[in-house]
Nanobody
Framework: QVQLVESGGGLVQAGGSLRLSCAAS????????MGWFRQAPGREREFVAA????????DYVDSVKGRFTISRDNAKNTVTLQMNSLKPEDTAVYYC?????????????????????WGQGTQVTVSS
């Protein structure tokens, strides 16, 4: 089991930037595909970005392409989501998720049930 802790959320004005981090602990000897999801008030949780076990492949929801960048440091067991040009519609609780250790080396899952572990979430609020 992997434990995930997110940090870096906060309040920012539209057009600003935030950097979210996710630290993994526990059974981190294997690497996992990692993802970020978000849930806005009154809405279902949605996929934001994912990165493969190797770190060589990434995937993004269309609404954040060109603004968000996901990256990972397997040596430090961390994954980061750099968010630039933030918009009020990016306001949500952001969750880090870890996939399954048996996943393909290059997969970037978009579906929640392809992730085995979840963090507690960090609030991101973008004011207009």
């Amino acid at each position: 089991q992997v434990q995930l802790v997110e940090s870096g959320g906060g309040l920012v004005q539209a057009g600003g930037s935030l950097r979210l981090s996710c630290a993994a602990s526990g059974r981190t000897s294997n690497t996992y595909p990692m993802g970020w999801f978000r849930q806005a008030p009154g809405r279902e949780r949605e996929f934001v970005a994912a990165i493969s076990r190797s770190g060589g492949r990434t995937d993004y929801v269309d609404s954040v392409k060109g603004r968000f960048t996901i990256s990972r440091d397997n040596a430090k067991n961390t994954v980061t989501l750099q968010m630039n040009s933030l918009k009020p519609e990016d306001t949500a609780v952001y969750y880090c998720a870890a996939g399954y250790s048996g996943s393909d080396w290059y997969t970037t899952p978009r579906v929640e049930n392809e992730y085995a572990s979840w963090g507690q979430g960090t609030q991101v609020t973008v004011s207009s």
